[in-house]
């Protein structure tokens, strides 16, 4: 089985592990993506991680970045496909990325956010992005602060 090569506590996990049509496993954390075969073998890894729980979708996952972005991912090669800035930042907030219709959905930081006594915790906008290209489609922000956005 695999380990985490700098340790067993070494990252922590956003949210639980996604598992596709032809069985492979993909896990979030903090530190990194990474793609499994059924067995527990590593596939491939994106060196980035993510503060919410990632969706897949017709040959992609969908996720949020820890800065600023949301990212495609061929879930064949774990390649980046597409990446849009989505705000000033994303709360750590175990939110979720979404993908329906075309349309993925997620929460992040506005633009002229500073922080506040909420902490860095909660979002300020929700944002729709065109599931192909990563483009902006949409962009709400709610009267008060969004927390683990689904």
Do not use: C
């Amino acid at each position: 089985t695999w380990h985490h090569p700098q340790g067993r506590y070494h990252t922590v996990l956003t949210g639980g592990p996604l598992i596709d049509d032809e069985l492979g496993i993909y896990i979030s954390g903090e530190d990194a993506i990474r793609k499994f075969s059924s067995d527990g073998q590593l596939l491939w890894t994106f060196e980035e991680g993510s503060h919410e729980h990632p969706s897949i979708s017709d040959g992609l996952l969908y996720a949020s970045i820890l800065e600023d972005s949301v990212v495609a991912l061929s879930m064949e090669t774990g390649r980046q496909v597409w990446r849009t800035a989505v705000g000033k930042g994303i709360g750590q907030d175990t939110g979720f990325v979404s993908m329906h219709q075309g349309v993925v959905v997620g929460s992040a930081h506005a633009d002229d956010w500073k922080g506040d006594d909420m902490g860095v915790g909660h979002n300020q906008m929700i944002y729709g992005l065109r599931a192909t290209d990563g483009a902006l489609l949409w962009h709400y922000r709610p009267e008060v602060g969004v927390w683990n956005f689904l």
